[in-house]
């Protein structure tokens, strides 16, 4: 049983109630919701009131009692305290969009709770540039509470908040990239900060609520749209029209899954593609978009962050690069074209991927300096406040204008899915076939506006056996809509299959070794592995020379212990000091070999940071990338080390539990291409608190490293 059927039951009968308004205490939950208040109950009731703390009012310093935020549960999840049995009837199209907008409203209620409660914070920040239309570049690192990921999409507008400043100081940026491994954050501002400002801690509070209420406008268009690809995927029997393509693809640099996955998507009208860790998903959709631009298509392709946008860009370039003169045509005419705000270097560089950059450059430049001069205008002087206003107005029509003219002239669109619900253009501009990269991260709602922009194709393509949508309401609604996509939205992440589905299964990163941990369990023994020995290397790097996959055993006796922090994350002194060890280790013997350690919790992050940047000499810590597992999807290393955290002595943390658990399992190990290295309590997972609810980590380990394996060593062997 899960925390969300626990947190149902403890409502349901805690509802049913004489007196439901009365404190209870943790065993006494436990009796009445799963029917024995012992000590094992007791510990799930309470990791599962902490988990859905906003729904109860916790004891007071001096006591024991819960209570239940009665009017909160009403309104999130109304299902709950209804006498009558939840509806099981399907959902018309208007009912499945009003919800997902009620979902989106909890959700601005969520984060504006969570920033009261638990801000993110900066140390400060320093300037990275000051570019040529006026804008200035900030870099800072953030402190983000507990476990959490950063809930604020990159492109929202955000408030930067000096609480310590004795007068109110409040600017407004833009987020613009946000990087996970090294927790630091890019905004833009339109006024330079003084160094007062960037070195004084402040507060980031992001106005998600602006970007919300557009989601929810753009799906109110998709609820009036009944030609939208989107709605078909609301219904039970949905399978896609077949829409056939006037040329044939070319077989050449497509293995036989990928040319099948582009020639599905251009032969029909919606497609799924479920593309694996390392099966080249991004090369497959590169050459889709290349093949759809060069036979007159107007293409979009979003992605939820910039640096998966970046990463798309740079493989269409090549694969307009191989097409020939025609594709060259398309880069050098300004008919490709990187909308936002890029993050990798090689695509700043590509002058190709930004059509009249200099003219918008300049237009933004001229804005920046008037929107200066208007606000040293005195308010007496009304005239020139009028004068000065028109031409701000002026120029950011002329900044449209020229907006507009990029879109008309491109024939392929590269950003993210907020710049799509952002940019008014977008509806101006009809496209043949949108693309959704790393679909899986995605929640519902914003893949229903995405495809509003699909007139011919709508492609979804992704890997839903990694880490889903980022959502911080824990509302019916929310958990119905926001923290699932569009795979689990088809029933595909239950089935593994559908009509609209093609997946791709040669995969060009792992050793196999590797890609046997999580080929049976996640991808049903589909996977084939083609990896050049050459870019496996660090197998050969200790402990186990030659092995691809190796436990290194870690028990309390070795003076592993876990710690609870004050913001709910957890850490283990004892096996952040392996990790380094083994990291170090990997970084001595090649100085070639990237190398990484990944672990669920960010107080662990934090300490193994630490610990790396106090012992380890500068140009070794460097070359060591830490960071949670969130951090690291969507990359790979040579090496990477996998810190467990947990032991047998100590219950199992919710991020190891049920789906979410089997999802980071699949991340943690598919980031590596040569050698990984597990560092923990093994039976863990089977013995301690809360180890029934861990699915696809227990066996794991079990088949592939028990006792008499020769890829599992003790941590007193290394020595």
């Given at each position: 049983m899960?925390t969300e059927?626990i947190f149902e039951?403890i ?7 004489t007196n439901p ?6 065993p006494?939950?436990?009796?009445i919701?799963?029917?024995?208040g ?5 510990g799930?009731?309470?990791r599962t009131?902490?988990?859905?703390i906003v729904?109860?009012?916790?004891p ?8 239940v ?5 009403q309104?999130d999840?109304?299902?709950l305290?209804?006498?009558k049995?939840?509806s099981?009837?399907t959902l018309e ?6 919800e ?5 409203d909890d ?9 009261r409660?638990?801000p993110i ?6 300037l ?8 200035f ?7 983000l ?5 950063l809930?604020i ?6 408030r930067?908040r000096?609480p310590?400043f004795?007068?109110r100081?409040?600017?407004e940026?833009t987020?613009?990239?946000y990087d996970?491994?090294?927790?630091t954050?890019?905004?833009e501002t339109?006024?330079?900060l003084s160094?007062r400002?960037l070195f ?12 919300l209420?557009i989601?929810?406008a ?9 030609q939208?690809?989107?709605l078909r995927?609301?219904?039970n ?8 393509w ?6 050449e640099g497509l ?14 009208d919606?497609?799924f ?8 998903k991004?090369?497959?959709?590169a050459?889709l ?5 060069l036979?007159n298509?107007k293409v979009?392709?979003t992605?939820i962050?910039n ?8 493989r269409?370039?090549?694969a307009?690069?191989q ?5 060259r045509a ?9 909308f936002?705000?890029?993050r990798l270097?090689?695509?700043s ?8 950059r200099?003219e918008i ?8 300096e008037?929107?200066?001069?208007h606000?040293d205008?005195?308010?007496a002087?009304a005239?020139a406040?009028?004068?000065g ?8 029509e002329r900044?449209r204008a020229?907006t507009?003219?990029v879109?008309?002239?491109?024939k392929?669109?590269l950003?993210?899915a907020?710049q ?7 509806a101006?501009?009809?496209f043949?076939l ?10 519902i ?7 509003l922009f699909?007139?011919?194709r709508f492609?979804v ?6 880490l ?5 309401s824990?509302?019916e ?12 939205l088809t ?7 559908h009509p609209a589905l093609t997946?791709?299964?040669t995969?060009r990163r792992m050793?196999?070794s ?5 080929n ?5 023994g589909?996977?084939r592995?083609?990896?050049?020995p050459?870019?496996l290397?660090?197998?050969?790097l ?9 436990f290194v055993l ?5 003076g ?11 850490c283990n002194?004892r096996?952040?000091e392996e ?6 280790s ?5 100085e070639?070999l990237?190398?990484g ?6 107080a662990?992050v934090?300490?193994?940071?630490r610990?790396r940047?106090?012992?380890?000499p500068k140009e070794?810590?460097r070359?060591?990338n830490?960071?949670?597992?969130h951090?690291?999807?969507?990359s790979e290393s040579?090496?990477i080390?996998?810190d467990?955290?947990e032991?047998r002595?100590h219950s199992?943390g919710?991020l190891?539990?049920?789906?979410t658990?089997?999802r ?5 190990i ?6 990984l ?7 863990a ?5 809360g180890?029934?609810?861990?699915r ?13 394996s020769?890829n599992?060593i003790s941590?007193?062997?290394l020595?």
């Open positions: 899960n059927e039951k409502i349901a009968k805690w509802r049913r109630r308004g009365e404190g209870l205490t943790l006494q939950i436990a009796n919701a799963l029917g024995n012992n000590s094992r109950n007791a799930l009731v309470g009131l902490n988990e859905f729904y109860f009012r916790p007071s310093r001096t006591g024991y009692k819960w209570e935020n009665w009017g909160l549960v309104r999840y109304p299902n305290l209804d006498r049995p939840k099981t009837k199209p208007a009912e499945a969009i009003e997902m907008c009620r979902a989106l959700e601005i209620r969520a984060v504006q709770a969570e920033m409660i638990r914070k900066s140390l400060g920040a320093y990275v540039a000051e570019q040529s239309d006026g804008a570049l900030y870099e800072a690192v953030v402190e509470p507990g476990d959490t990921e809930p999409p990159e492109g929202v507008r955000i930067l000096w310590n004795v007068e100081c409040v600017i940026a987020l613009l990239s996970a491994v090294r927790s954050i890019i905004f339109d006024r330079a160094q400002h004084t801690d402040f507060v980031i509070e992001p106005l998600v609520d602006e970007l209420k989601v929810k753009t799906l109110s268009l998709v609820a009036a749209n009944a939208c690809l989107a995927l609301l219904k029997d949905f399978e896609p029209i077949g829409r056939p006037p040329s044939i693809v070319s077989p293995d036989e899954s990928q040319l099948l996955a582009v020639t599905t998507c251009l032969g029909q919606v497609t593609v479920w593309g694996p860790p390392g099966t080249g991004t090369h497959a959709l050459r978009i290349a093949n759809a631009a036979a298509e979009v392709a992605a962050a640096v998966a946008v970046d990463q798309l860009a740079l269409v370039v090549d307009l690069e097409a020939g003169p025609a594709g398309l880069l050098n005419d300004g008919h490709v074209f990187r936002g705000h890029p270097p090689a695509v560089g590509e002058s190709r991927l930004f059509p009249r200099s450059q300049e237009t933004r430049k001229e804005l920046h008037a929107q200066k001069r606000a205008i005195p308010r002087d005239h406040r009028a004068l206003q028109k031409q701000i107005n002026d120029l950011k900044l020229l507009r003219a879109f008309d002239e491109a392929i669109i950003t993210t907020v799509v619900c952002l940019e008014p253009a977008f101006d501009s009809p043949g949108m693309v959704v990269d790393e679909a899986s991260m995605m929640p709602p914003y893949l229903m506006c995405m495809g699909a007139r011919d492609v393509a992704g890997d839903f056996q990694q889903g949508p980022i959502a911080l824990k509302s609604l929310a958990q119905r809509w926001l923290h699932r996509n569009g795979f689990d029933g595909i992440s239950d089935k593994l299959s997946m791709l299964t995969q050793h196999e590797i890609c046997q941990l999580i049976n369990i996640f991808y049903q589909k996977l592995t083609a990896v050049p050459l870019a290397t660090a197998t050969r200790k402990p186990l020379p030659g092995t691809a996959a190796v870690l028990l309390k006796e070795d592993s212990h876990v710690e609870q922090t004050e913001s709910g994350s957890r002194k096996s952040a990790s380094v060890k083994a990291a170090y990997c970084v001595k013997e090649d070639k990237s190398v350690i990944v672990t669920p919790y960010r662990q934090s300490l193994i940071k610990l940047d106090e012992s380890l070794a810590a070359r060591i830490v960071g949670t597992v951090a690291f999807q969507g040579d090496v080390i996998w467990l955290v032991t002595n199992i919710r190891y539990r049920q789906a658990g089997d980071l399992t699949n991340v943690a598919s980031r590596a291409k040569g050698k290295i597990i560092i923990g309590d093994r039976d997972f089977s013995h301690a608190p180890g029934d609810l861990v696809r980590l227990r066996p794991l380990l079990t088949m592939n490293f028990s006792a008499r020769p599992v941590v007193r062997d020595s």
